[in-house]
């Protein structure tokens, strides 16, 4: 197993902040046991979530059998950032995936990864993966062309052909207005909390 680095990451200042979080990202896939090897084993990802949805009895008492089986994953927030993995058990089985750029409708997950060069040949290995490019370093422009933000950028398809970077920061963040230690963390700890601060 690979020890990894906590990603640097903060909640924007209190005076900064909007009533919405982006809570997960959910990819509907062919089959999660193929998808698994990827996210949870070779990325780290920690399994939070693992059950069978949309059985039970029909009006006539007949047993219904599930339809989803839904995997919820999570990095280093409980709240935020979490990467779902939904199977549809009731649909017969899917084409083949394309691997090729993302065009509209079509989905980018990027991940920051602080251990990338230790991590990518486990990456690599994971079966059912495609790799689009080896780490390689390049330069964002910042923000108001105010310098560059240096990153060892990577890329892949996983087992559906969903287009992940994988990407190690090695410079300030676009957006991070001060160290990711500065801050303290002022999420709210659950739905109830962020309703009492709406009110």
Same mark, same amino acid.
């Given at each position: 197993m690979i020890c990894s680095a906590a990603?640097?990451?903060a909640p924007v200042p209190e005076d900064s902040r909007i009533p919405v979080d982006i809570r997960r990202t959910t990819f509907v896939v062919r089959d999660i046991d193929k998808s698994l090897p990827l996210y949870r084993d070779a990325l780290g990802l920690k399994v939070i979530y693992?059950?069978?949805i949309g059985g039970g009895t029909a @009006?006539?008492?007949e047993r219904k059998p599930p339809?989803?089986?839904l995997v919820l994953l999570r990095a280093n927030d409980t709240f935020i950032g979490a990467l779902g993995l939904m199977q549809r058990l009731d649909i017969p089985p899917q084409p083949e995936p394309k691997?090729?750029?993302a065009m509209p409708g079509q989905t980018i997950v990027v991940m920051n990864i602080a251990d990338l060069d230790e991590r990518f040949a486990a990456i690599e290995a994971a079966p059912n993966v495609k790799v689009a490019t080896r780490p390689t370093p390049i330069e964002y422009p910042a923000p108001g062309?105010?310098?560059k933000i240096p990153v060892l950028f990577s @890329?892949?398809?996983d087992a559906d052909g969903n287009f992940i970077e994988l990407n190690k920061l090695l410079g300030s963040a676009a957006g991070m207005d001060k160290p990711a230690d500065a801050a303290a963390d002022t999420r709210p700890k659950d739905a109830k909390e962020l309703r009492e601060r709406l009110q």
């Amino acid at each position: 197993m690979i020890c990894s680095a906590a990603a640097p990451a903060a909640p924007v200042p209190e005076d900064s902040r909007i009533p919405v979080d982006i809570r997960r990202t959910t990819f509907v896939v062919r089959d999660i046991d193929k998808s698994l090897p990827l996210y949870r084993d070779a990325l780290g990802l920690k399994v939070i979530y693992d059950e069978l949805i949309g059985g039970g009895t029909a @009006a006539d008492g007949e047993r219904k059998p599930p339809t989803i089986r839904l995997v919820l994953l999570r990095a280093n927030d409980t709240f935020i950032g979490a990467l779902g993995l939904m199977q549809r058990l009731d649909i017969p089985p899917q084409p083949e995936p394309k691997f090729g750029k993302a065009m509209p409708g079509q989905t980018i997950v990027v991940m920051n990864i602080a251990d990338l060069d230790e991590r990518f040949a486990a990456i690599e290995a994971a079966p059912n993966v495609k790799v689009a490019t080896r780490p390689t370093p390049i330069e964002y422009p910042a923000p108001g062309g105010q310098g560059k933000i240096p990153v060892l950028f990577s @890329a892949i398809w996983d087992a559906d052909g969903n287009f992940i970077e994988l990407n190690k920061l090695l410079g300030s963040a676009a957006g991070m207005d001060k160290p990711a230690d500065a801050a303290a963390d002022t999420r709210p700890k659950d739905a109830k909390e962020l309703r009492e601060r709406l009110q």
